[in-house]
């Protein structure tokens, strides 16, 4: 059992940044493979980043890549996502979610994957 709160988002000019940030209470967060999910008005929701329990492993979809970076501070039990170079279509709201794990050191990329699931935080970028 974990709880997230993201925080962080709100309205940005593109070519600007934002720091999102997961807070996590609960279970041990280290235990917990994380993510960041984004949804816009009529589509679906889709991986962003994900990062594995220790950060050692992290994934990145092909939209940003190269613009975005995931991380992690286990002592702080926070998951961070640092957006650079803001783009219009990056206008969503951001979930971030949460994946116990036990023997697995992955990161996992589906939404059916995770379990625990913040309330969200609106991005706009306006252009």
């Known amino acids: 059992q974990v709880q997230l709160v993201e925080s962080g988002g709100g309205l940005v000019q593109a070519g600007g940044s934002l720091r999102l940030s997961c807070a996590a209470s609960g279970r041990t967060f280290s235990s917990y493979a994380m993510g960041w999910f984004r949804q816009a008005p009529g589509k679906e929701r889709e991986i962003v980043a994900a990062i594995n329990w220790s950060g050692f492993s992290t994934y990145y979809a092909d939209s940003v890549k190269g613009r975005f970076t995931i991380s992690r501070d286990n002592a702080k039990n926070t998951v961070y996502l640092q957006m650079n170079s803001l783009k219009s279509e990056d206008t969503a709201v951001y979930y971030c979610?949460?994946?116990?794990?036990?023997?697995?050191?992955?990161?996992?990329?589906?939404?059916?994957?995770?379990?625990?699931w913040g309330q969200g935080t609106q991005v706009t970028v306006s252009s």
């Open positions: 979610a949460a994946k116990y794990v036990s023997l697995s050191g992955r990161y996992y990329i589906r939404t059916y994957e995770y379990d625990h």
